[in-house]
């Protein structure tokens, strides 16, 4: 995956995967939204509207936040709401049409949010020295008589979404360009929605390999929701940008300088991210800043590779 990777950067070593909507401007070159020019344009909700990236079990995230989402109240000057969101389209949407203020978007996601919605990433989360990413994972189970990723041929895989770097892209072109193999031709894809719905289908039986991230699946067993016998890693990837955290580009630049200040001022010491995020390997314990320009390079090189367009329909 790492020579695959490096090819893909060659490539398309000029690609910045723009194809930003008509109603964002961006002046400055960084590929994403300006805050508007006209200050009738902007705007200052009473309530701001956070959503997490989509999972199995909103209600247990929504726990996970509570605390950040409580600091991000305290320093904006806001009540919070956390929006439980059920898809990346959906939550793509929310943004576009100014229901969602503040959010995480999965990594496949981000240019399309940033492209369409006029999302604002500025942070992941990281480890005390700056360390960030995960791994996508094709995975298997012990019954499905897959043993190395060429027994794939003539199965099914679940992917998540059309629009999931590791749980449909990065994988896709992975087995296109490394095994020669193409949906409909040599395996039949199918969508699950969700990394948890994916992983549950492999765990259960249902799915013979998925695509995932791995974070998930290693959430999701330290919460008892899968055992680690029940699913087999066929293939780990190297390390590609995580969840990025940001704003809709439309919010006043007051409101905006605060929400960052609430992201980098959150004390991560025994809270509910730090049990949540705190136990992966390696430990996640704080929000660094990051660039969408520079940052998500790979993941806009590998969409141009796969002819994935960033356009608004």
Partial sequence: MKQLLCAVMAAFATFTGSAMDARYVDADGDLVADAPANPSARVDPPTLVFAYTPVEDPAVYAKVWDGFIQHLGRVTGKRVQF????????????????RLHVA??????????????????????????????????????????????????????????ETSNSGFKAA????RDKFDMTAGR??????????DN???????????AAAIADFVRLGMERRGLVKPGQTVVLYTSESFPTIAYGHAHN????????????????DWRGSAL??????????????LTVSYRDTWRIVR???QAMGVSHACR
């Fill in 83 to 98: 929006f439980q969101v059920q898809g990346n389209a959906a939550q793509i949407e929310a943004m576009r049409a100014g």
């Fill in 186 to 195: 040599d395996y039949q894809p199918v969508f699950s929605g969700k990394h």
């Fill in 274 to 287: 730090a049990g949540e995020f705190g136990r992966s390997d390696p430990p996640l314990e704080k929000f």
């Fill in 301 to 303: 090189e590998i969409d």
């Fill in 198 to 208: 994916s992983i549950l289908g492999v765990a259960n039986g249902h799915y013979p």
């Fill in 172 to 175: 896709s072109l992975l087995l």
């Fill in 251 to 266: 919010l006043t630049p007051e409101l905006a300088a605060k929400v960052r200040q609430a992201f980098f001022s959150f």
């Fill in 104 to 161: 995480g978007f999965n990594p496949g996601s981000i240019p399309l949010a940033v492209n369409c919605a006029g999302f604002v990433p500025f942070a992941v989360m990281a480890t005390r020295e700056d360390r960030f990413g995960y791994a996508m994972e094709l995975i298997t189970h012990p019954g499905s008589g897959i043993r190395k990723l060429a027994d794939i041929r003539g199965k099914k895989i679940a992917f998540t979404s």
